[in-house]
């Protein structure tokens, strides 16, 4: 069974312009969870969809953004970049929505400069 | 207190030897408990979970829960330069809406 994958692998972009990254669960998995990942912080949950609705929301302020589609496939956005928005955006998926085991895809590492 | 806390270490242990990894939390309602592993520049790799107090042990590794103390630990046994990696406890936080909450990671160098 292919793992979880997540497009683009890199990225950099401007303070202010907006991103949007892609990620493609494991097959049967209808639950998807997005992370950031920096050295200060740790592993920091951003939001968690299952069957194309939000469920659980972390604490990020509202320009990141996230959406799911009827494939299960998940795409997260942010918008109006800020430098300290450089991280690595992890993506999880599950085969349920809470408690179960969660895998995770190789990350989108982004650069704000 | 954190909501799941870990050593930082560096946990420094010689090839062969048991390594023990520990993370406590704080919601004394969390009934899943997981350990990845991630290597430096890689993404998390879940390598054990857990759900009943107890001794739950894959091959080398053996996961263990009390959830009167709310301690779950990770042991490695004939650790490997391989091992070497940081290893991050999650706990899925029913006060938290049930989200997956992670510590801050443990560092383990396995030294040959």
């Known amino acids: 069974k292919a793992g979880v994958t997540q497009t683009p692998r890199y990225l950099i972009k401007t303070r202010g312009q907006q991103v949007t990254l892609s990620c493609s669960p494991i097959?049967?998995?209808?639950?998807v969870s997005w992370y950031q990942q920096t050295p200060g912080q740790g592993l920091q949950f951003l939001f968690e969809?299952?069957?194309?609705?939000?469920?659980n929301k972390g604490n990020f302020p509202g320009r990141f953004s996230g959406r799911q589609f009827s494939n299960s496939r998940s795409e997260m956005n942010v918008s109006t970049l800020e430098l300290g928005d450089s991280a690595l955006y992890l993506c999880?998926?599950?085969?349920?929505?809470?408690?179960?085991?969660?895998?995770f895809g190789p990350g989108t590492r982004l650069t704000v400069t | 207190q954190k909501e799941v806390e870990q050593n930082s270490g560096p946990l420094s242990v010689p090839e062969g030897a048991i390594a023990s990894l520990n993370c406590t939390y704080s919601?004394?309602?969390?009934?899943?408990f997981f350990w990845y592993r991630q290597y430096s520049g890689k993404s998390p790799e879940l390598i054990m979970f857990?759900?009943?107090?107890g001794d739950k042990e894959d091959g080398r590794f053996t996961a263990q829960l009390n959830k009167a103390s709310q301690y779950v630990s990770l042991l490695i046994r004939d650790s490997q330069p391989s091992d070497s990696a940081t290893y991050l406890c999650?706990?899925?936080?029913?006060?938290?809406?049930?989200?997956?909450?992670f510590g801050a990671g443990t560092i383990l160098r396995v030294k040959s």
């Open positions: 999880a998926s599950s085969y349920l929505l809470t408690g179960d085991e969660q895998y």
């Open positions: 097959s049967g998995h209808r639950s």
């Open positions: 969809y299952f069957s194309e609705t939000q469920r």
């Open positions: 919601d004394r309602g969390s009934q899943s």
């Open positions: 857990i759900y009943s107090n």
């Open positions: 999650a706990v899925n936080m029913r006060e938290y809406g049930n989200k997956l909450v």
